[in-house]
């Protein structure tokens, strides 16, 4: 399994980044997808995920209105749109890719950071 995670950057607050994760994983559409992020000095945090099954997603109470968790089966890919994005949202943020034995696999961070 390999996840490769990209469209971080530098913005100003307010404003939008789009992540993308692409995932070299068969039968991707049985793995539930997710994304964390680290704050520096900080441990890491789940941000959103989306249930392979039912497609249901889950947001932490600080994104949530925000941040949308979405996937594309056909590409094997999980973005995670930010809106309105807060310079406490800093942090380096991580794809992840549970299969149906809920092992947990990680791609490599993206920075995203956010200037007031």
């Known amino acids: 399994v390999q996840l490769q995670a990209s469209g971080g950057g530098l913005v100003q607050a307010g404003t939008s980044l789009r992540l993308s994760c692409a995932a070299s994983i068969r039968a991707f559409a049985t793995y539930s997808m997710g994304w964390f992020r680290q704050a520096p000095g900080k441990g890491r945090d789940l941000v959103a995920r989306i249930i392979w099954s039912s497609g249901n997603t889950y947001y932490a109470d600080s994104v949530k209105g925000r941040f949308t968790i979405s996937r594309d089966n056909t590409k094997n890919t999980v973005y995670l749109q930010m809106d309105s994005l807060k310079p406490e949202d800093t942090a380096i943020y991580y794809c992840?890719?549970?299969?149906?034995?809920?092992?947990?696999?990680w791609g490599q961070g993206t920075q995203v950071t956010v200037s007031s």
């Open positions: 992840t890719a549970r299969n149906l034995n809920n092992v947990d696999y």
